[in-house]
């Protein structure tokens, strides 16, 4: 049975490769293209910005200066490793395709755990028609939006894998490789740090869980982490949030020694997420709002849109506590509609981590696919009448 997955993985994987490898050299004028669509690029995450800031770091300019690259200070190193893509292009686009399969496999790992389906807290009816880790995979990796972001190859997209390893990493129970995750996440795009709520509950419930099945241990000489009482949960938080934030302060004194030993990288970066700076046009509703409203509300303003998306934070933990995988898939589709500088690849995202959850499709009033729906054995033997719709709600 592993050998099958194993094989049905690899032939995944190298399909999804080959398919982006052949766009992007059958089609070589293709990711300069998507690259000035604002639907894919925005102001904090695009490669054509990306390559501004490489060339005056390259020739030992400060890559704030002009007011135009807006991305994480670590990115420069990083990516000046690389060959110049417009003269050799395939290293960078090896590099996303990798990315790409790494975020897939994540995706898959969160699938195998099971947690979409049966957490310490709750056990889905539908158990047994969870989709398989491969049919989520193949959902990710073919989704045209994941095609279109990755040939546009915004930055965006190493936000989105490191996201998906702390989700990874919280439904294995490794909170240390979570919280890391997140930090690198929330340090590249400053909007993950609002999945932490969810992330820790999700982290804290599989130890539990993990613990409660290992049982106590029958040598009384032996010390391990399945023995140890687990915290509470509130103690379990702080310590993690404080990791968080040793994390974050580690990777920013980094960036502060690479920037000539200057802070002047923060209000060019976070400062444009939070007081959104660059009204270049977006697909987001912050700017076409703030375009709009007279300077002299900007700033009351600001503060409702930041204080409305930070508030599911919190709500969508509290409300779904039973199913915090949930809560964290919910939050990505908020975050996708409400964030300063959304794109479609926050889109293509939320729908990856929506098929975690493929087997309640069937249930929804307003099903994705009606053909589908009909023919399940399930619906069947539902009433028919005009208020069908309401007869076919179901718990997860």
């Not at 009816?125 to 073919?142: E, M």
């Amino acid at each position: 049975m592993n050998l099958k997955l194993d094989r049905q993985k690899a032939l995944l994987f190298g399909s999804a490769a080959a398919i982006r490898l052949l766009l992007f050299t059958g089609f070589p004028s293709l990711p300069d293209l998507l690259t000035g669509r604002v639907e894919i690029s925005t102001p904090i995450t695009s490669f054509k910005r990306l390559q501004e800031g490489l060339f005056l770091y390259a020739h030992n300019v400060f890559p704030y200066d002009g007011g135009v690259y807006h991305q994480a200070p670590l990115l420069l190193p990083l990516f000046s490793l690389l060959p110049n893509p417009s003269i050799h292009p395939l290293a960078t686009d090896l590099l996303y395709i990798a990315i790409d399969l790494l975020s897939a496999n994540a995706l898959m790992q969160i699938a195998e755990s099971g947690e979409s389906v049966s957490s310490r807290l709750f056990t889905s009816a539908r158990k047994n028609a969870q989709w398989s880790a491969v049919a989520v995979g193949a959902g990710y990796l073919f989704n045209p939006l994941a095609l279109l972001t990755t040939l546009a190859r915004p930055t965006s997209v190493l936000t989105d894998l490191f996201i998906l390893l702390a989700t990874s990493g919280a439904c294995a129970g490794h909170a240390l490789t979570s919280t890391f995750a997140l930090a690198v996440a929330s340090y590249l795009s400053l909007y993950p740090v609002l999945l932490f709520p969810p992330l820790v509950l999700l982290c804290y419930d599989r130890i539990l869980l993990r613990a409660s099945h290992a049982g106590p241990s029958t040598n009384s000489n032996v010390t391990n982490d399945n023995n140890r009482k687990p915290p509470s949960l509130f103690v379990f938080a702080l310590a993690h949030l404080t990791r968080l934030a040793l994390a974050l302060a580690a990777l920013l004194t980094l960036s502060y020694l690479i920037n000539a030993s200057s802070w002047s990288f923060i209000p060019a970066t976070y400062g444009t997420h939070l007081l959104l700076r660059d009204l270049t046009p977006t697909v987001g509703l912050w700017w076409y709002f703030f375009t709009e409203i007279f300077d002299s509300f900007r700033a009351f303003f600001l503060a409702v849109f930041w204080l409305h998306m930070a508030s599911y934070s919190l709500g969508i933990t509290i409300r779904v506590r039973r199913q915090p995988l949930f809560a964290v898939v919910a939050l990505l589709g908020v975050l996708a509609v409400f964030k300063p500088y959304p794109s479609v690849g926050d889109t293509r995202l939320f729908l990856g981590a929506l098929l975690l959850y493929g087997h309640v499709f069937e249930r929804e009033s307003y099903p994705i696919d009606p053909l589908y729906t009909a023919a399940t054995p399930d619906s069947i033997s539902l009433p028919v009448s005009k208020h069908h719709n309401l007869t076919r709600q179901r718990p997860f």
